[in-house]
């Protein structure tokens, strides 16, 4: 294909709103004219089935639960009034919260002020949240947020350590919907026990964002936590950026929060278009499924060019991978679907994967993110007549063609400047491409049962745990090796597993497990402290 001939195809396809500032170009996509024919009526249908959902329909039946995350920014579209008004309600409360914290009317005791929020979450519950913090935050933001994310007591540590002194200002909020997460509830008892060692009262300075009824829930209620927000099970963790998960700390930041679910909204609309060339989601959807013949067979490498976008990769990791990662479509047949997702950032990806994009296995398509405001304000030049962000725009375009040039597959997403209403528009984007794109290859996108799958797991490594500490202390040799306590448990065929416990509890402080011989695994022996 000459240049004029991609000019022309350019001009063609080139999705553009002004009112969001969002422009979407799928030029050098591996696509046929003939695949908007062809694939017509699946996405007339994927469009019918999503219109649907957004009227109520019951997305995972096995849970009976519908699917709403759309009527959070657009609260007077969901199918019962109560709804619209708790949403609304909702709202109004966590803008209500966030200015008696600004105002010190909420302040803890012996502090004028809350000056910190640390956010402690897993998965949706904190990679939404973080990418927007990250994404708006400024310099003079009425608060620093903070998040534990994980179960890592190293990482716990680290924050932890951060704070220091600032606990005493520090506002904290526990979200798990169900209240069961081991993650978020292990970073609440090691928070708590952080707040009690400064002499502090953990609850004066806690609030919850979960579900009615949860086990968390009812620990705040016991506990009088500062406040406690809904988490609704019509909301996924992946899909829960505008609802109380996202809006939250983001308002506790200084984030108009109007301004972000207006931004979604205003995407929702546009992805509601029943024509794909007027649909941008529908857009990027069939883009998916042609570049990976409809089974994900390319990954997609999401390349923004504007660091304060450097954590959107990450934050669709989950949101696509999550959604569309599955054993089994809606039918029962294996299928083996996904869509793999990684990413840097522009032009940090030149010095990181980007010789293997342009020269090495061609499993790809990129998503390029191109920002076109710079800065606020007028930039130095840093050569005659030449800018950083100049210099920013030449590597992704450059980038571009040099993939282009080697027959690789890319999409260029252009957003005006990076503000909270564009974070809103890319949030929405996504999450109905994902959804459209679900209904495309039959899969139900809100569903996730390998995570838990991999909960169960977990569960049953903690049970071994118990049974072989049980044991040591029934043993008749005080220096058992790992075998003899798998027979001693009667579970033989998990040695390994016992094998890779021990070596765990004895290279940490307090287990009571101690390595007293032996340098392999079959010959390593271990004692425990009476």
């Excluded at 994980?150 to 990482?155: M, Q």
């Amino acid at each position: 294909m000459n240049a004029n001939d991609l000019w022309q195809r350019y001009q063609q396809y080139l999705f553009t709103d002004n009112d969001t500032g969002l422009r979407l170009d799928i030029s050098r996509m591996p696509f046929e004219e003939s695949d908007f024919t062809e694939m017509a009526d699946a996405i007339a249908t994927a469009m019918g089935n999503m219109a649907k959902l957004e009227k109520g329909a019951i997305a995972n039946k096995d849970e009976n639960r519908m699917v709403g995350h759309y009527w959070l920014r657009a609260p007077k579209l969901a199918p019962e009034s109560e709804l619209t008004e708790e949403i609304e309600s909702t709202v109004e409360d966590i803008k209500t919260f966030s200015q008696d914290v600004f105002s010190g009317t909420i302040a803890p005791p012996g502090s004028d002020g809350f000056y910190v929020v640390l956010v402690v979450g897993i998965g949706g519950s904190a990679l939404g949240p973080q990418f927007v913090s990250d994404a708006l935050g400024q310099a003079d933001d009425p608060t620093i947020v903070r998040f534990i994310d994980n179960t890592d007591p190293d990482g716990i540590d680290r924050v932890l350590n951060e704070l220091g002194e600032d606990l005493a200002s520090t506002l904290t909020i526990v979200i798990s919907k169900s209240g069961g997460t081991k993650e978020t509830r292990n970073g609440m008892v090691e928070v708590a026990a952080a707040y009690e060692k400064h002499g502090l009262d953990f609850a004066k300075h806690a609030v919850a964002i979960t579900g009615e009824g949860s086990a968390l829930s009812k620990k705040a209620e016991d506990e009088r936590w500062l406040r406690i927000f809904p988490m609704w099970d019509w909301v996924g963790g992946r899909t829960s950026e505008t609802s109380a998960v996202g809006l939250l700390p983001a308002a506790l930041q200084g984030v108009d929060i109007d301004e972000l679910l207006a931004g979604a909204r205003a995407c929702d609309e546009l992805t509601r278009r029943t024509q794909t060339l007027e649909n941008p989601a529908a857009l990027m959807a069939l883009m998916w499924y042609v570049a990976g013949n409809g089974q994900g067979d390319k990954d997609m490498v999401v390349l923004p060019y504007c660091d304060r976008l450097v954590l959107f990769s990450r934050y669709l990791q989950q949101l696509v991978m999550e959604s569309l990662g599955k054993q089994f479509d809606r039918s029962g047949n294996e299928v083996d679907q996904g869509l793999t997702v990684y990413g840097n950032k522009g032009s940090t990806d030149q010095h990181a994967f980007v010789q293997q994009l342009r020269d090495g296995l061609d499993r790809f398509f990129v998503t390029f993110i191109e920002v076109l405001q710079k800065r606020n304000g007028e930039s130095l030049e840093v050569e005659s007549g030449v800018t950083s962000g100049d210099y920013l725009h030449g590597f992704l375009h450059g980038t571009r063609q040099a993939l282009w040039d080697r027959g690789r597959s890319s999409m260029t997403i252009t957003v005006n400047k990076i503000d909270t209403r564009t974070v809103g528009v890319l949030t929405a984007l996504f999450e109905r491409a994902v959804g459209l794109y679900a209904e495309l290859i039959n899969i139900n996108a809100y569903h996730q049962p390998g995570v838990e799958a991999g909960k169960q797991a977990a569960g049953e490594i903690i049970d071994l745990k118990y049974a072989i500490m049980a044991a040591f202390r029934k043993q008749t040799s005080d220096t058992p090796t790992a075998m003899e306590l798998a027979e001693a448990i009667k579970q033989p065929d998990r040695v390994e597993d016992v094998h890779h416990l021990l070596t765990h509890l004895a290279a940490n402080a307090g287990s009571g497990v101690k390595r007293v011989d032996g340098h392999s695994p079959k010959e390593a022996r271990y004692r425990v402290d009476s």
